[in-house]
């Protein structure tokens, strides 16, 4: 790989401990370097053909977190209100306390400047690639949550226009019906 790699402003805010999002416990250049290291067998993005405007680039989960708990573990549930930024639409978020799952895969999305110039998504940095997302997961291929889908296919603020299957969508509505975003993060 030849570029630089930096965080979204957006990502690093999000994918914490006790977010209800993955996160990675390792430094920013531990995640850089095992990026690099995996380049060359990533792949595009879900709703795009082009590994060179997004790419998800695939890990050793070894120090990802997962920040969801399977609803059979699931206990104490509580629904908020929530907006990701300023602009977009409020949405209602489930969080629970019970066991996180365990990350068994782990992969990161990440954005080329010039998609991100394309789509008006503002740039965090003067980097080639921006992580945007960190997925751990118990399964492989873990499916988008279904109102990142529907905000990118709808093409409402926030989104990057894309185009789903019905299969797409089934399996979204399935997995996620299935999890919810953990109050704080247990192991």
Not at 75 to 100: K, P
Not at 124 to 149: K, N, R, Y
Not at 159 to 186: L, N
């Amino acid at each position: 790989m030849t570029g630089t790699i930096g965080w979204s402003n957006f990502a690093r805010g999000r994918h914490t401990q006790n977010s209800g999002y993955s996160y990675f416990e390792g430094s920013d250049e531990e995640l850089e370097q095992c990026i690099r290291d995996a380049w060359e067998s990533r792949v595009a993005g879900h709703g795009t053909d082009d590994p060179d405007k997004v790419s998800v680039v695939s890990l050793d989960p070894k120090g990802f977190r997962c920040g969801t708990v399977h609803v059979d573990r699931a206990f104490d549930l509580e629904a908020l209100i929530d907006q990701r930024r300023e602009g977009e639409d409020s949405h209602v978020v489930v969080r629970a306390d019970g066991l996180c799952e365990e990350a068994r895969f782990a992969s990161i999305v990440l954005y080329s400047k010039e998609e991100l110039i394309a789509t008006g998504e503002d740039r965090s940095g003067d980097f080639d690639w921006e992580i945007v997302c960190i997925i751990a997961s118990q399964v492989e291929d873990e499916p988008m949550h279904p109102l990142t889908m529907a905000r990118n296919q709808l093409n409402k603020e926030g989104g990057s226009p894309r185009h789903y299957s019905s299969e797409e969508w089934a399996d979204s509505v399935w997995y996620w019906s299935q999890r919810v975003k953990a109050k704080e993060v247990s192991l």
